[in-house]
C-alpha cells in the first residue's frame, strides 16, 4: 500500500520559514522513477500546484507566486521530498499536499498524479 506522509506544517510569522517533508513508503517501483509535487488547498479554493520535480533529471518547477522563496528537492537514499519555504505571506496558508507519479515530470497538472497524501497545514500570519 503506497503512503505518502507529509510533516513540517504549523504556525508561522509572515516573513518567517517552513520545511516540508513527505515521506514515500510502499511504492512498487524505486523512488527516484517517480515524479514528485507539492500542492496546497485554501479554504473555498480549488487545490493549486506549488512545485515539482522531475523523476530523471530533477528538473524543477514553480507556481509564479512562489518563485524565489520555495525550493523543491528529493532524497532518494532517505525515499522524501522537500518543499523548503522561505519568507512565506499570509496567502501561502493553506493544507499542503505532496503527489507522486511514475515517470513524471514535475507536471502542475493534479490528474497526472497517481498518489496522495493526507496533507499538512500551513498558517501564515501576517
Known amino acids: 500500500q503506497v503512503q505518502l506522509v507529509e510533516s513540517g506544517g504549523g504556525l508561522v510569522q509572515a516573513g518567517g520559514s517552513l520545511r516540508l517533508s513527505c515521506a514515500a513508503s510502499?511504492?512498487?517501483?524505486?523512488?527516484?522513477?517517480?515524479?514528485m509535487g507539492w500542492f496546497r488547498q485554501a479554504p473555498g479554493k480549488e487545490r493549486e500546484f506549488v512545485a515539482g520535480?522531475?523523476?530523471?533529471?530533477?528538473?524543477?518547477y514553480y507556481r509564479d507566486s512562489v518563485k524565489g522563496r520555495f525550493t523543491i528537492s528529493r532524497d532518494n537514499a532517505k525515499i522524501t521530498v522537500i518543499l523548503q519555504m522561505n519568507n512565506l505571506k499570509a496567502e501561502d496558508t493553506a493544507v499542503y499536499y505532496c503527489?507522486?507519479?511514475?515517470w513524471g515530470t514535475g507536471t502542475p497538472k493534479a490528474a497526472d498524479y497517481d498518489y496522495w497524501g493526507q496533507g499538512t497545514q500551513v498558517t501564515v500570519s501576517s
Open positions: 510502499g511504492l512498487t517501483f524505486n523512488f527516484n522513477t517517480y515524479g
Open positions: 520535480i522531475s523523476w530523471r533529471l530533477g528538473s524543477t
Open positions: 503527489a507522486a507519479h511514475r
